[in-house]
């Protein structure tokens, strides 16, 4: 059974085990630490994209939201 550690507010840590292994990134194949939070629709409406990415091929446009390369230019193209 793998074993990690995971981060807790305010500093403390946990040892966790049973973690399902993170899927590779999308981009570069390093392990991934988010998911595209662009808003799908059509018969996905109410789900998100959710390609894996690594925290460097991420783009964030809002705080806490994280968009994979085409989904991040749809929402440049939509602001104007």
Do not use: N
């Not at 993170?22 to 998911?35: F, H, I, M, V, W």
């Not at 690594?54 to 991040?72: G, L, N, V």
């Amino acid at each position: 059974m793998a074993c990690g550690t995971l981060k807790l507010p305010g500093g403390g840590f946990a040892v966790v085990c049973g973690l399902p292994k993170p899927k590779p990134c999308c981009y570069c194949g390093k392990a991934s630490t988010k998911l595209c939070d662009f808003p799908l629709t059509g018969g996905k409406a109410g789900s998100t994209c959710d390609r894996p990415m690594c925290h460097r091929c991420t783009t964030h446009i809002e705080p806490d939201t994280d968009y994979c390369f085409p989904h991040a230019q749809e929402m440049k193209r939509r602001r104007g």
